[in-house]
């Protein structure tokens, strides 16, 4: 069973900086790492959205709303993808959760975690 745990999340001020953490299990962390992981968040009223995603090949993706504020990192040793937030805004509110997924055949299974909360005050 993949798992995938967050933590990290909390209220900060704005232009403050915050780093979320998601643990995965040995060996689904490793495959999840090599076919992509990383981090959506929703809003409320809002639909999910990608915030950062990396993979094995050292690829990196990040929404535009994040390029030069969020760094997406991996450290295999410990099983766990991080979110390095800074510069943070209200707008950045939202729970994050972290995302993997696993290339199948027909495309991709994708697995999330429960979520963390992050608020920006302003």
């Known amino acids: 069973q993949v798992q995938l745990v967050e933590s990290g999340g909390g209220l900060v001020q704005a232009g403050g900086s915050l780093r979320l953490s998601c643990a995965g299990s040995?060996?689904?962390?490793?495959?999840?790492?090599?076919?992509?992981i990383g981090w959506y968040r929703q809003a409320p009223g809002k639909q999910r959205e990608l915030v950062a995603l990396?993979?094995?090949?050292?690829?990196?993706n990040y929404a535009d709303f994040v390029r030069g504020r969020f760094t997406i990192s991996r450290d295999n040793a410990k099983n766990t993808v991080y979110l390095q937030m800074s510069s943070l805004k209200p707008e950045d509110t939202a729970v994050y959760f972290c995302?993997?997924?696993?290339?199948?055949?027909?495309?991709?299974?994708?697995?999330w975690g429960q979520g963390t909360q992050v608020t920006v005050s302003s």
């Open positions: 040995g060996s689904t962390f490793s495959t999840l790492s090599r076919d992509g």
């Open positions: 995302y993997g997924r696993r290339r199948q055949t027909w495309g991709f299974t994708a697995y």
């Open positions: 990396t993979n094995s090949t050292g690829s990196t």
